[in-house]
C-alpha cells in the first residue's frame, strides 16, 4: 500500500468509525471548525450562558417521552453551572453531525435533572434538542450504534442509586428529517443485599439488511450471583444463582415512520422489576 493510500485509508476510517462521546471543557474548541468552541454551541442551547457557564434559561426542549396531555414537559429551575458537556457525533440521512449533551440542572417541579441534548449541522447551526434527564446523571453512552448505510443511533442513560440498588433508565435515538426520534425507552434494577448481587446490563446492536433502516435488538441481561454476606445479614441465606435476558427486536416500519418493537416489548421486565421496587 503506497502512503497516500493509507493516508486516505486512514482518514477514510476516522470519519467513519462511530465516536465514542468525550467530555469536553467549554473553552475546547470543536474539531473540524477553526474558531469554535464548545461555549459556542452550549450557547445557542443557553442564550444567557456566561462565560463562567453560568446560565438560568434553555431554548424550549421536549422530552424524551410522550408525557401525553397530562404533564408538561420539564423545564430547568434554574440557575445552574455547565462546566462540562458530552460531545460526539452522529451520521444521520448521510450527514456527519455534531451533538452534544449538557446538564441543565435540577427540574422545575421533578426529580430528575434537565441534561440537554442537541445536534447541529455541518455547519454547527442548531438543528434539534430534546431533555434526556430521566433521572440524577445523565449522559451519552458508548459508541453510536451504525442503523443503515447512511444512519447511526445514540444510546443515551441516566441513573441514581442509594445504600444498595441502582436505577436505570436508557433511550435509543435517531435523527429522522433532522429531528430527535426516540426509539424507545428501557428501565433497570440492580440490588445487593445479604448474599447476593444482581445486575442487569443493556446492550444493544445492529443486524444489517441492506438498504433502508435496519433491525436493531436490545438486550438486558439479568445475572444473579452471590456475594459475602455482611454482618446484619445474620443466617438469612444466599439467593439463588441465575441468568436471563430479555430481548427486543425493533423493525422499521416505513407506513409508520418509525421504529416498532417486537411483541409487547420490555412489558415483561417493567413487570419483574415493578415488584422489586
Excluded at 463562567?52 to 426542549?61: D, F, R, Y
Excluded at 433491525?215 to 441465575?242: L, M
Amino acid at each position: 500500500m503506497t502512503r497516500p493510500t493509507a493516508i486516505a485509508l486512514s482518514a477514510f476510517l476516522a470519519a467513519t468509525v462511530p465516536a465514542a462521546a468525550e467530555m469536553r471543557q467549554l473553552i475546547d474548541p470543536v474539531a473540524g471548525h477553526p474558531g469554535r468552541t464548545w461555549y459556542d454551541l452550549t450557547k445557542i442551547i443557553v442564550p444567557d450562558l456566561t462565560a463562567e457557564g453560568a446560565g438560568s434559561e434553555a431554548v424550549a426542549l421536549r422530552y424524551v417521552e410522550d408525557l401525553g396531555d397530562s404533564d408538561e414537559d420539564p423545564r430547568p429551575e434554574g440557575p445552574f453551572i455547565i462546566r462540562s458537556v458530552d460531545a460526539s457525533t452522529l451520521e444521520a440521512e448521510g450527514r456527519r453531525l455534531t451533538v452534544l449533551s449538557a446538564d441543565l440542572g435540577p427540574a422545575d417541579g421533578w426529580a430528575a435533572k434537565v441534561e440537554a441534548l442537541a445536534v447541529f449541522d455541518e455547519g454547527l447551526n442548531l438543528l434539534d434538542a430534546i431533555n434526556v434527564g430521566q433521572d440524577s446523571f445523565n449522559g451519552i453512552r458508548g459508541n453510536p450504534i451504525r442503523i443503515s448505510a447512511r444512519d447511526q443511533a445514540l444510546l443515551t442513560y441516566s441513573e441514581h442509586f442509594n445504600s444498595n440498588q441502582t436505577y436505570g433508565s436508557y433511550a435509543l435515538l435517531m435523527i429522522r428529517d433532522g429531528q430527535w426520534q426516540t426509539i424507545d425507552t428501557i428501565s433497570t434494577l440492580s440490588d445487593r443485599w445479604c448474599g447476593h448481587e444482581r445486575t442487569q446490563s443493556l446492550n444493544a446492536a445492529s443486524s444489517e439488511s441492506g438498504p433502508g433502516y435496519w433491525p436493531i435488538t436490545v438486550t438486558v441481561t439479568d445475572t444473579q450471583h452471590s456475594s459475602e454476606a455482611d454482618d446484619e445479614c445474620g443466617g438469612e441465606a444466599n439467593g439463588p444463582e441465575f441468568d436471563k435476558t430479555y430481548a427486543v427486536t425493533y423493525t422499521w416500519s416505513a407506513s409508520m415512520g418509525l421504529y416498532v418493537a417486537s411483541d409487547h416489548g420490555f412489558a415483561a421486565l417493567d413487570e419483574e422489576n415493578g415488584d422489586r421496587y
